[in-house]
């Protein structure tokens, strides 16, 4: 079944990697609803936030593949359940009417709205939230000579992820990969193939 | 063929910290420190400063001029298969780099480590459609391991330690780096060349989880009709004994890919031949029957699974790969065993029972006497005038006894060598697998040549492929490696013809093709041949192709709609392969 997942990446801040990371996609005509690249709270970490709509399967498979990338560290992926996340909107309207009409006024603080600019031509408003409430408050100012949109990427957290200070460590260390270990997975497949 | 002497003193600058050099000649310095002694490539004015360098590296550095830059990436493959080593190729910017681009999606897809050079025009000049401009690093991107583009000098000595890393570790591959012109030129203080050994975001091998590999042999020691199906891992990390140790233990009939070919010698008796589109009726069939499935450094190509619905669904599958984005790619795993199998598989042989499975691979034995019968014994002995592909290969054996190296190029030529050549020693058979590349195999047996100079290397291609890079004679020429060519001529681009007679109704849309006199233009090269059409005169000529000193071409006329079988059509089974 097809759900929208995000996708966590970790990467070496390096040109041309959100290339070799895009091509994974295009190459299986998958289309990335969402793209956002940052450095983390790990100096020297980039992160990067990807949406698609896939199958689990595919999903996996294209973590394993982002993973593959050299400069990549880790690639995980989740569900909407999994994550807290946000996207950023900005809405331009004329300010004449906004002034005049105190209904968008309510409409504003129903979406907990704020605003960034307000001129005499025009005011901006930014929002956050899920896509469905950005949506919708767009869809409301409309009626109201909505001059400009514009969204952002979606960014997330994971909900249950230790962050990646500890992970960075085995990263790190020389001898990684080289040694047998125990494995305290067995029996519980999925868990140690979903990553 | 000339060879070098190898120069054993130390590198030149290596110990010479804080000296001056420029750019070029830390690429040099890095390629002597790696241990290449042999590099193929074709100058052009942005690559100028390291051919310039290059001119004073002559005792250290022996440098095959190609006769197109894609020659020179095969020949680069051709090495690193006989070898073991990384393949090292230069080219110019723009048309030079362009060129590469076939080989390295080859090499990509067949695991082949091979390092790419390229110039680039100057840094201050990147993106503005200069002369020779091409975006080298976008256009690569999806046919390379990693790449990079130097602006700098400074960084040349850690971007090609990394490099070759990066090529040889884990699951090998090609690398491309790009050196703007001005980095060639630049000088800067050299401190010395370290080799790179880890790099934070790459983990070239998975940790091993000895839990399953306790898993894996719990399967295997409770099977009844285990079946190995191993493919190029085997060689690529230099496993051969542990595997064979790992098959004598078990007693399970193992079967290959043809880039697995030759990791196993053919006449073992746990070798129950080659699987895939043209592989052999027990293997492929048995598939459909085994009850667990090991599969070893192979990917489930379609070409060798067929249709993957109907594939193996009866059996436990244990998937042992340095790839852990190979594992349930295309065949789900009940055990995978991540990791290099040179380590994983003495773990699982200590694990597992020592056993034989007579009447299992008595049932291999028995579908291979039918194929014998219905195909083997046809193809070996035809009963036209018309000599048959597989007859030429079988006189081949009875002459090298399984010693040469096999280069094989692209078509019915491939299948049909793969199928007969015999092996007694690894890394002998090197074909384009993956991609399937027409034209591959001339310049890779020079490769494979320089790459193996003691052993007799005999190159394979039909007489559409070897017009794809015939020019490459002229390197043969000028440098003397000793490659023994045959044409098998079928006046046809056989494989599509087939293709054309089994599923478009015979329709023979422009497969048949001219072809040149081989011979005079072997001659025309300097290099001796002949062309035979008479069964009689076969052996001879192969004996005296052998027997002459340095490079021949033999061209053997074969039947002109011969086919390829067995063979499992597209969208069909494994199981119902047909022999006719
Ligand atoms: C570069 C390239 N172009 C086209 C093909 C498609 N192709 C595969 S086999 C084949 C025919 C090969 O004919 P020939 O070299 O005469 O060998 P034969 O099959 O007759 O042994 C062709 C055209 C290919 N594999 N590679």
């Not at chain 2, 362009?98 to 100057?122: C, E, K, M, R």
Request: charged fraction near 25%; glycine fraction near 8%.
């Amino acid at each position: 079944m097809k759900q929208e997942y995000t996708i966590t990446v970790y990467t070496e801040n390096q040109i041309g990697l959100l290339n070799r990371i895009a091509i994974i996609f295009t190459r299986r005509k998958i289309n990335i609803d969402s793209l956002n690249t940052s450095p983390s709270e790990v100096d020297s970490v980039h992160r990067f936030t990807i949406v698609i709509n896939e199958t689990e399967d595919v999903v996996r498979k294209l973590c394993r593949q982002i993973e593959k990338q050299v400069e990549v560290l880790k690639a995980y992926y989740n569900t909407n359940e999994e994550i807290v996340w946000q996207e950023l909107a900005m809405y331009k309207v004329p300010t004449d009417v906004i002034a005049e009409k105190v209904k968008v006024e309510r409409l504003l603080r129903q979406y907990g709205a704020n605003a960034v600019v307000i001129r005499h031509d025009y005011t901006v408003f930014e929002t956050s939230g899920h896509r469905e409430e950005i949506d919708s408050l767009m869809k409301a100012l409309e009626p109201y000579g909505l001059i400009e949109f514009v969204r952002s990427a979606r960014v997330a957290i994971i909900k249950n992820s230790a962050g990646f200070h500890e992970k960075l460590k085995e990263f790190e260390a020389k001898d990684a990969g080289e040694k047998v270990i125990e494995n305290v997975f067995l029996g519980k497949q999925e868990e140690v193939f979903t990553m | 063929m000339q060879t070098l002497e190898l120069v054993k003193e130390k590198p030149s600058w290596a110990d010479k910290k804080n000296t001056s050099i420029s750019g070029s000649q830390a690429v040099l310095e890095a390629l002597i420190a790696e241990n290449v002694h042999t590099v193929f490539g074709y100058p052009g004015g942005a690559i100028m400063p390291i051919y310039d360098a290059l001119f004073d590296y002559e005792d250290k550095l022996k440098h095959i001029l190609v006769r197109h830059e894609q020659g020179g990436i095969h020949a680069a493959q051709g090495y690193a298969r006989t070898s073991g080593e990384v393949g090292v190729v230069f080219a110019t910017s723009g048309p030079g780099a362009t060129n590469l681009v076939t080989g390295l999606a080859d090499a990509q897809i067949d695991s082949t480590p091979v390092v790419a050079i390229t110039g680039q025009v100057f840094a201050h000049l990147l993106g503005t459609d200069a002369f020779q401009e091409t975006d080298v690093i976008n256009i690569t991107t999806p046919v390379t391991k990693w790449n990079y583009q130097v602006t700098d000098a400074t960084e040349i000595p850690a971007v090609l330690a990394k490099a070759f890393y990066i090529a040889r570790s884990g699951r090998p591959g090609p690398v491309l780096i790009d050196i703007t012109k001005n980095a060639q030129i630049q000088k800067f203080d050299y401190n010395g060349y370290e080799p790179c050994n880890h790099i934070r975001s790459y983990r070239p091998t998975p940790i091993i989880r000895k839990e399953y590999v306790e898993e894996a042999a719990k399967l295997i020691n409770a099977a009844e009709k285990p079946f190995v199906v191993f493919g190029q891992g085997v060689i690529l990390g230099g496993a051969e004994k542990e595997f064979k140790t790992f098959i004598e233990k078990t007693g399970i009939p193992a079967a290959w890919t043809i880039l697995g070919l030759s990791a196993l010698e053919t006449d073992h008796p746990l070798n129950v031949g080659m699987l895939g589109m043209h592989g052999n009726y027990g293997p492929n069939v048995l598939t459909n029957e085994c009850d667990v499935l090991i599969a070893i450094g192979m990917r489930f190509d379609d070409r060798v699974t067929g249709r993957l619905d109907k594939y193996a669904k009866q059996a436990k599958v244990i998937h042992l790969d340095i790839d852990p984005a190979e594992i349930d790619k295309n065949v789900k795993a009940t055990v995978p065993v991540w990791g290099d199998c040179k380590e994983t598989l003495p773990m699982l042989t200590a694990l597992v029972e020592k056993k034989e499975h007579n009447a299992w691979l008595q049932r291999f034995k028995d579908m291979m006497k039918e194929e014998q019968m219905l195909v083997i014994d046809h193809e070996m002995h035809p009963a036209s005038d018309e000599m048959s592909m597989a007859e030429v290969i079988d006189a081949l054996n009875d002459l090298t006894k399984g010693d040469a190296v096999i280069v094989t190029d692209v078509g019915q030529h491939q299948m049909v060598a793969c199928r007969y050549a015999k092996f007694i020693k690894s890394k002998s058979n090197v074909t384009s697998g993956g991609l399937g590349t027409m034209g591959f195999a001339l310049p890779a047996a020079i490769g494979a040549k320089y790459g193996a100079p003691d052993r007799t290397v005999v190159a394979i291609i039909g007489d559409g492929g070897f017009q794809m890079t015939l020019q490459e004679l002229g390197t043969i020429m000028q440098f003397g490696a000793a490659v023994k060519i045959i044409i098998l001529n079928n006046n046809f681009l056989g494989m599509v013809r087939q293709w054309q007679e089994l599923f478009h109704s015979r329709r023979y849309s422009f497969v048949d093709i001219q072809s040149p006199d081989f011979v005079t233009i072997a001659k025309g090269y300097g290099v001796a041949g002949q062309s035979v059409n008479d069964r009689k005169d076969l052996k001879a000529a192969l004996k005296e192709m052998l027997e002459h000193n340095g490079a021949y071409l033999l061209e053997v006329m074969v039947g002109k709609e011969n086919n390829v079988f067995p063979m499992v059509p597209q969208g069909c089974s494994v199981a119902e392969i047909r022999l006719k």
